[in-house]
């Protein structure tokens, strides 16, 4: 059964970076009434424009 977990974990990644990528997880913050900031993991590997849409300044 654990080779089940890797994947639902791969699934869960992909949903949770393109949320990020996309700014909408920061929306989905906002609308709730919360501060967001990307995680440092993104922030290695973004490029300044994707950061700035992930940060929600589109």
Do not use: C
């Not at 990528?21 to 967001?36: I, V």
């Amino acid at each position: 059964m654990k080779h089940t977990h890797r994947q639902l974990g791969y699934a869960i990644e992909a949903i949770i970076g393109d949320l990020v990528k996309s700014g909408d997880m920061q929306a989905l913050f906002a609308e709730l009434g919360l501060r967001y900031s990307v995680p440092q993991y993104y922030r290695e590997f973004l490029s300044e424009e994707a950061l700035t849409k992930a940060e929600g300044q589109r």
